[in-house]
């Protein structure tokens, strides 16, 4: 079983239900914090990337209990964009090492935007959710 911080699309239960394949009961996303990085958008979507910032930091959700197949289909959602990092997050008081998908510059540039849920599920969740659809029923 594998522990991942998620900061971006996967912090909505809707899109991580289609990802892996079923429904997270909301008590597994747990408030966590990534020190010393930014949230921006990527250049060109309407998904998020961090990048390194010591002056900064991420607000997202802790999930654990993923199971072997939940990571690869994780990993097939990100794309050949990201990798798996083990990076250091705040979950209350205690510093915990977890997986994070964390972009590969030379494949995804930030932009200089940040990134807001609120506004990417407000303005974007609909119709990226129906693209994620099909590409899913298409495999």
Request: proline residues 8%; hydrophobic residues 45%.
């Amino acid at each position: 079983m594998t522990t991942f911080f998620f900061y971006g699309t996967l912090l909505d239960p809707d899109v991580m239900a289609l990802v892996i394949g079923r429904r997270l009961p909301p008590s597994a996303f747990v408030p966590a914090i990534l020190p010393g990085h930014s949230r921006r958008r990527a250049k060109g979507a309407t998904y998020p990337v961090v990048v390194r910032d010591a002056a900064d930091r991420v607000q997202g959700v802790v999930v654990g209990g993923l199971t072997s197949r939940d990571v690869a289909r994780l990993a097939a959602y990100e794309g050949p964009g990201y990798r798996i990092a083990q990076l250091k997050v705040r979950i209350g008081g205690e510093l915990l090492t977890v997986s994070v998908f964390e972009p590969i510059v030379a494949r995804l540039q930030p932009s200089t935007s940040p990134w807001d849920y609120a506004l990417w599920r407000g303005r974007h969740k609909r119709p990226f959710v129906g693209r994620l659809r099909r590409a899913l029923s298409a495999r």
